[in-house]
């Protein structure tokens, strides 16, 4: 009973539909779809600036991802030519700034993950490459340290919180952070020989940019400007705008790169990648409930969130076995797709209907169907969306935020930025209405 899950008894390792970013390994390369021209530029900006590099695109289109498998990629491509080439180091996780959370812990947080990605990395590349004309790295690769931080720093993380060193193991805070930096600064004597990398990721989440901008702000000093460490920040709904416009990051930040969701063409395509990657070698013949075209149209109904889709998809997949369904022909997956969906739809547009006046779906379907603004809109289109003022407008937009039809982002430096987006939810509402108009 516990032995297999949906998936396997459909053919599949594990699911193709997962909601999870593409790591920085093997398996993120082959399974990042198009982003030829994203990687192209991004690899420019992270070799060629010391700078942070911004990633500016919406929630879900794909930029922890494209960020992940680049590093990968750069790491890959020191492996196979070696120095002079740049090496980029990934860290194993991505990082993220709570509100709550000290700019001194952060530090920490991220300088032990960075230490933890030289340890984990000089293994591979003390058996893996030649790195014949760097005398540091060698030092570096055959320090003796290596071993003592590989201990050193799985005691720092064992205790959990980051705010106590196991002195025993030889370590202070400052004094980890000296032997760190000097490191760094010896293996990656200048940006051109890459560092490892860091993403901090959702800046969105801290919703105001003055927030945002604050935070990055206190970073400047400590962690922006340590040598051998490369930066790429990426956030949603343009808070990067906010925070790049700050006189004291002049400098520390590139302006960011726009990240556009992935085209039709390349959805379909993830798909028919996830299957031939996921598919057991020796299993039956991968089954998916639903078609390509179905997964395509269900990216075009939800304004090309990725992560939603995927999510959707893998709601589907759950429900058709649970209720011991297989439809088999295209003609059957579409139909039973297309009438679950609806259902889905159906029920948050009636669990909305009680809370929600006409007014506000009004604006909502206003809102969608307007080409230009693309499911986002800031509070100063309130004319465009048939109010008088942004104060007849903002009873509407918070009830459609309290249903999940909308999230607005609180913004005090510019009631133009496009705070305000459609959410998934709200596209389904959008859909449903929309296709039962034309019943
Ligand atoms: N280029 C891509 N190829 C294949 N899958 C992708 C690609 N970009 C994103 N994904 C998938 O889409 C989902 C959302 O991606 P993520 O990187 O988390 O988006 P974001 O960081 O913009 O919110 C994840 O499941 C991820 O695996
Ligand atoms: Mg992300």
Request: proline residues 5%; neutral net charge.
């Amino acid at each position: 009973m516990f032995d297999n899950n949906i998936y396997n008894d459909w053919g599949f390792k594990e699911s193709p539909f997962s909601t999870k970013p593409l790591h920085s390994n093997e398996t993120g390369d082959n399974l990042l779809v198009g982003r030829d021209d994203d990687i192209r530029k991004l690899a420019l900006k992270l070799v060629s600036s010391d700078a942070a590099v911004c990633l500016d695109g919406p929630v879900g289109a794909g930029k922890t991802s494209l960020a992940n498998v680049t590093i990968y990629k750069g790491m890959r491509n020191f492996l196979e030519k070696g120095v002079p080439s740049p090496l980029l180091l990934p860290c194993a996780r991505t990082f993220q700034i709570k509100p709550e959370q000290s700019a001194d812990d952060l530090k920490f947080e991220i300088l032990i993950e960075v230490a933890q990605a030289l340890i984990d990395n000089a293994c591979k590349f003390q058996y893996g490459i030649k790195i014949a004309g760097s005398i540091e790295m060698n030092a570096w690769l055959n320090s003796p340290l290596i071993n003592q931080w590989g201990e050193g720093v799985a005691t720092i993380l064992a205790n959990g919180d980051g705010g106590q060193v196991n002195e025993g193991a030889g370590f202070s805070k400052s004094g980890f952070e000296k032997v760190l930096t000097n490191w760094l600064g010896k293996i990656f004597p200048d940006g051109r020989n890459g560092g490892v990398v860091c993403v901090i990721d959702n800046l969105e989440l801290l919703e105001k940019s003055a927030e945002a901008r604050k935070k990055i702000e206190n970073l400047r000093d400590t962690l922006l400007t340590i040598q051998g460490i490369k930066w790429i920040l990426c956030g949603a709904h343009g808070i990067l705008q906010g925070v790049i416009t700050s006189p004291r990051l002049a400098g520390y930040l590139q302006e960011p790169l726009p990240i556009k969701p992935l085209t039709l063409k390349d959805a379909g395509e993830l798909v028919n990648r996830r299957v031939s990657f996921f598919r057991m070698e020796c299993g039956p013949t991968p089954y998916l409930p639903l078609s390509n075209g179905d997964f395509h149209t269900l990216y075009t109904i939800l304004q090309h969130n990725l992560r939603i889709c995927l999510s959707y998809a893998e709601d589907y997949c759950m429900h058709i076995s649970m209720r011991g369904l297989k439809p088999n022909s295209e003609a059957e997956k579409s139909q039973i797709f297309f009438s679950w969906l609806k259902e889905r739809a159906k029920g948050i547009y009636e669990g909305m209907r009680p809370h929600a006046g006409q007014t506000a779906i009004n604006l909502l379907c206003l809102a969608a169907s307007s080409s230009d603004m693309g499911g986002e809109f800031s509070p100063g289109d309130y004319e465009k969306l048939g109010f008088s003022s942004l104060q007849a407008m903002r009873p509407h937009v918070k009830t459609l935020e309290d249903c999940g039809a909308l999230s607005a982002q609180k913004d005090d430096l510019d009631q133009r930025r496009k705070t305000i987006s459609i959410t998934g939810k709200g596209w389904l509402i959008y859909w449903y209405k929309v296709t039962l108009a034309q019943d």
